[in-house]
C-alpha cells in the first residue's frame, strides 16, 4: 500500500524516534499520513527474521525509504583502520540496495585517529562515493556539531567541493547548525543539487556550548520542529532552502528518550502536526490535488480539521 499524496509527501520520520518493531513503526508512519521513512541499520540486523525479512518489511509498507543510516567514522583514517571501514561501508551500502534506500548518510569523523587534512578526507569521501556509484546510490556527508575536523556544515560543503564526485552531496541537519551556532547566511554559497538530505529537530534550550552537551541533547533530548526553543531560526532555514532551490526530503531526526516510552500513535501524531506546521504555516505549499478533483461536500470536514484532531 501507497500512501497518497498530500501534505506530508515531502516529510519523513526516523525510525530511531519511535519504539517498538519495524513493522509497529512502519505502520504507524504510514497511519499518520507520512509516505516516506529514514532507515537505521540497526532496523535491519536487529530483525527478528534477519536483513531480508527486514527489507521485505520496508517493501511492503509503501513507505518509500528517505535515506539510510548511519557510516560513522569512515574518513581521514589510514592504513588497517582506513580497510576496516572499507569493509564497513560495503557492507552498508549492500543494505541499503536491499531496502531501496537511494542515499546514505556518512557523519564527519569523531575519531582522534583521523587526520585533520581536508584534502585527504575528501580523497576518501571519494572513494566512499565511486564504490556507490555503480549501485545508484548517492553519499550525504554530515558535519556533527562535535566533529574532530568537520563540525559545521561549511566546512563539510569545502570537503564535497574538494571532493567533487557527482554522487557525493552534503547532509544538513538542524541540530548540529543550531548547536555550533552556524550562520544560516552561509547556506546561500551551497548548490541545492548538491544537498541530498534535510534532517530537522529542535532542542529546549537556546545554547550547547561544549560538544559534551551537544552529544547528550542530540541522542536523548531532541523534539519536532515547532516544539522547541529554535522554531524561528528552523522556520528561516527552511524558508532559505526554498529560496536557494532545494526541493529534496525533510526528515524528521529526532532522538528523544521520553518518545521511545510513548505509544507510537501519540509520536506519529506529534510529528505529523510538525510536518502540517512547516507545511501550511512556514513554506504555505498548497496541498497537491488528487488525479481527480470534485468539489468538497458542505458536509465533508477539512483538512485543517482532521488535522489538529489528530494533534495530541
Known amino acids: 500500500m501507497?500512501?497518497?499524496?498530500?501534505?506530508?509527501?515531502?516529510?519523513?520520520?526516523?525510525?530511531?524516534?519511535?519504539?517498538g518493531t519495524l513493522e509497529a513503526k512502519l505502520a504507524a508512519m504510514a497511519r499518520a499520513g507520512f509516505s516516506q521513512v529514514m532507515?537505521?541499520?540497526?532496523?535491519?540486523?536487529?530483525?527478528?527474521?534477519?536483513?531480508?525479512?527486514?527489507?521485505?518489511t520496508v517493501r511492503a509498507s509503501g513507505l518509500?525509504?528517505?535515506?539510510?543510516?548511519?557510516?560513522r567514522d569512515f574518513e581521514g583514517l589510514s592504513g588497517h583502520l582506513h580497510g576496516y571501514k572499507v569493509d564497513i561501508a560495503k557492507a552498508m551500502l549492500e543494505m541499503c540496495v536491499a531496502t531501496g534506500s537511494r542515499v546514505l548518510l556518512a557523519c564527519s569523523s569523531t575519531s582522534r585517529h583521523a587526520t585533520d587534512d581536508l584534502d585527504a578526507i575528501a580523497r576518501d569521501l571519494r572513494k566512499l562515493a565511486m564504490l556507490a556509484i555503480p549501485l545508484?546510490?548517492?553519499?550525504?556527508?554530515e558535519g556533527l556539531s562535535w566533529g574532530r575536523t568537520v563540525n559545521e556544515f561549511t566546512t563539510s560543503w569545502d570537503v564535497v567541493c574538494r571532493a567533487d564526485c557527482p554522487n557525493l552531496g552534503v547532509g544538513l541537519d538542524s541540530f548540529h547548525i543550531f548547536a555550533a551556532n552556524t550562520p544560516l547566511e552561509s547556506l546561500d554559497a551551497m548548490d541545492p543539487d548538491r544537498i541530498f538530505l534535510v534532517q530537522l529537530s529542535d532542542f529546549m534550550w537556546h545554547e550547547a556550548p561544549t560538544f559534551e552537551e551537544r552529544m547528550t541533547t542530540a541522542r536523548t533530548f531532541r523534539v519536532f520542529p515547532g516544539e522547541g526553543v529554535h522554531s524561528d531560526q528552523l522556520a528561516d532555514l527552511v524558508l532559505r532552502l526554498e529560496?536557494?532551490?532545494?526541493?529534496?526530503?525533510?526528515?524528521?531526526?529526532?532522538?528523544?528518550?521520553?518518545y521511545q516510552q510513548l505509544p507510537l500513535e501519540v509520536v506519529a501524531a506529534r510529528a505529523r502536526r510538525s510536518a502540517l506546521w512547516l507545511h501550511d504555516d512556514v513554506l504555505h505549499r498548497p496541498s497537491p490535488l488528487p488525479l481527480w478533483t470534485r468539489a468538497p461536500s458542505p458536509l465533508q470536514p477539512s483538512a485543517h480539521l482532521l488535522s489538529s484532531t489528530m494533534a495530541p
Open 64 to 71: 518509500r525509504p528517505t535515506g539510510f543510516q548511519v557510516l
Open 39 to 56: 532507515l537505521s541499520a540497526r532496523d535491519l540486523v536487529g530483525h527478528a527474521g534477519g536483513v531480508e525479512a527486514a527489507a521485505a
Open 243 to 258: 529560496r536557494l532551490g532545494y526541493r529534496g526530503d525533510y526528515s524528521f531526526e529526532v532522538f528523544n528518550d521520553d
Open 136 to 141: 545508484g546510490i548517492r553519499i550525504a556527508y
Open 2 to 19: 501507497t500512501s497518497a499524496p498530500g501534505p506530508l509527501a515531502g516529510f519523513g520520520m526516523d525510525t530511531i524516534t519511535l519504539a
